[in-house]
């Protein structure tokens, strides 16, 4: 397995794991399949593609031996003056038959590292749903730690689901 930045080559296939995500895991994030479905792949080349604006801003990608696209990661550096010292991780995502197997952590280990290199960043924020016990598990191995629940944070079908909201703090 091999973890490298994504770029704009790499964008049919980061849509595709995208969509792939969304179909099989949708109470696991806020975009929906049927949202990104429509979206031209020029929104995926400029979403792994850092911008003039975003220069800190990236996507990693997990790609088994024979280069398929087996997870993501995404960090994305907050633009405002005043909030530039936050940054929020977006997007993880393994493909269930990589699960179990070290892709996730070495995706997140990657993308703490290249954080942890941003000029004056000094936290990270994420969401997840609440009940993803093994998400939240690995994000507080990790270092991460809880500091609010949103109860009715997503709505699915008439079903709601909780987020939890977590951060990291860099010493």
Sequence with gaps: MQVRELVAGDAA???QLRL?????FSEAFTSSYEEDSVKPLSWAQERITPGK???HDFVLGAFADGGTLIGSVGLSVEA???QRHKALLFGMYVAPEQ???G???ALLDACLDRARRIPALEQINLTVT???VRAVQMYEA???QTFGVEARALKIDGVYYPEAHMVMYFE
């Design 130 to 132: 609440a009940t993803n």
């Design 103 to 105: 892709v996730g952590r």
């Design 20 to 24: 792939r995500m969304l179909r099989a």
């Design 53 to 55: 604006d975003t220069p």
């Design 13 to 15: 296939g980061y849509a």
């Design 99 to 101: 699960m179990s197997r």
């Design 80 to 82: 405002r003056i005043k």
């Design 142 to 144: 990790a270092g991460f």
